[in-house]
């Protein structure tokens, strides 16, 4: 099994498989090719189960490598529709966002920072509204719960009753 090896000044091995199906081990530094060798042997059966997920979602038309311009695109969609939703639920829900910002994030559509300000990246363009909404309304709940505790689900829960399938969308 093919992988690539960052040390860094952490206790711990991790591993983490990308979208396309490329493995990065992370580890201590001193640690030896040896004992992450058998690190990944342990693993090999997850780590194969992971590599083709992440093939598969390479493949997929939300994870595709985009041009500059469909970028700008995206990012001009962005700023124009998601402040409006974040505006829209923030009224219903009577919760009210410090600042609503529009990011490059690659791994996470969204984000609250402690102080309220929400992420959402351009990402998220690419994805039917139901689940850009979706986005929008955890985020929010982000600002009474700063978890993903049971009551910040039940909060979404209450102005989404449909979360579970926004989240499906989102999984492809």
């Given at each position: 099994m093919d992988y690539k090896i960052i040390f860094s000044s952490r206790k711990t091995l991790s591993v983490e498989v990308a979208i396309g199906g490329a493995i990065t081990v992370r580890a201590p530094k001193g640690v030896s090719k040896k004992k992450i060798d058998a690190f990944i042997k342990e693993h090999e059966a997850s780590l194969q189960s992971a590599q083709k997920k992440q093939i598969a979602r390479a493949e997929n038309q939300y994870h595709r490598e985009l041009s500059y311009e469909e970028i700008q695109k995206l990012k001009a969609a962005a700023k124009e529709y998601i402040p409006e939703r974040v505006k829209s639920f923030a009224k219903i829900m009577n919760l009210e966002p410090s600042a609503v910002?529009?990011?490059?994030?690659?791994?996470?559509?969204?984000?609250?920072?402690?102080?309220?300000?929400?992420?959402?990246?351009?990402?998220?363009?690419?994805?039917?509204?139901?689940?850009?909404?979706?986005?929008?309304?955890?985020?929010?709940?982000?600002?009474?719960h700063h978890n993903h505790s049971a009551d910040f689900y039940k909060l979404i829960e209450q102005y989404m009753p449909d979360y579970k399938k926004r989240i499906a969308i989102l999984k492809q």
């Open positions: 910002k529009i990011s490059s994030a690659q791994k996470n559509f969204g984000s609250c920072s402690g102080k309220n300000s929400l992420n959402f990246s351009y990402r998220l363009m690419m994805y039917p509204k139901e689940a850009i909404d979706y986005v929008v309304v955890h985020e929010l709940a982000h600002i009474k």
